[in-house]
């Protein structure tokens, strides 16, 4: 992994990363690259099943933004993140901690549930926690 220094040169070698055309100091379009680059293709069937199946944050993601701009955009930015969650444990030779997921999960149901109090108080109910 010596060969990129940071996500982004590792991102950018997958192909993945925003190739913007611009001229006169303008953003014009968008540069495509098509890959044949195995570990691409890899990550892009991981980021389809994970868009398909997952229930979790990188589920979420890929929903959210397929609803929004589509789901060609929702994987590419699904295997990017994948891209940099590959890279930065293997480069920093990082033991899988199953913890870090679970304060994830939980802080994110935190929220969930911080915003439906908000919404219910907005709207002039009180929810109580049943059990």
Same mark, same amino acid.
């Given at each position: +992994? ?22 006169? !100091?303008?953003?014009? !379009? ?19 099943? =994970? !868009?398909?199946?997952?229930? @979790?944050?990188?589920?979420? $993601?890929?929903?959210? $933004? ?15 993140? $994948? ?16 913890? =870090?997921?679970?304060?994830? =999960? ?6 969930? =549930?911080?915003?439906?109090?908000? +919404?219910?108080?907005?709207? @002039? ?7």
């Amino acid at each position: +992994m010596s060969k990129w220094p940071t996500p982004e040169h590792y991102v950018s070698w997958l192909n993945l990363s925003p190739r913007r055309q611009r001229t006169g !100091g303008k953003y014009i !379009g968008n540069q495509t690259c098509r890959t044949s680059n195995p570990a691409t293709q890899a990550l892009r069937l991981s980021a389809q099943s =994970i !868009g398909a199946k997952s229930k @979790g944050p990188k589920g979420a $993601l890929y929903r959210r $933004l397929s609803a929004t701009k589509g789901s060609k955009t929702a994987v590419k930015a699904v295997v990017r993140k $994948l891209g940099v969650l590959f890279y930065t444990p293997v480069k920093n030779r990082l033991a899988y901690d199953p913890q =870090i997921a679970a304060r994830r =999960i939980q802080n994110q149901t935190d929220r969930d =549930i911080r915003r439906l109090h908000k +919404m219910a108080r907005k709207l @002039g109910y009180d929810l109580k926690k049943t059990a």
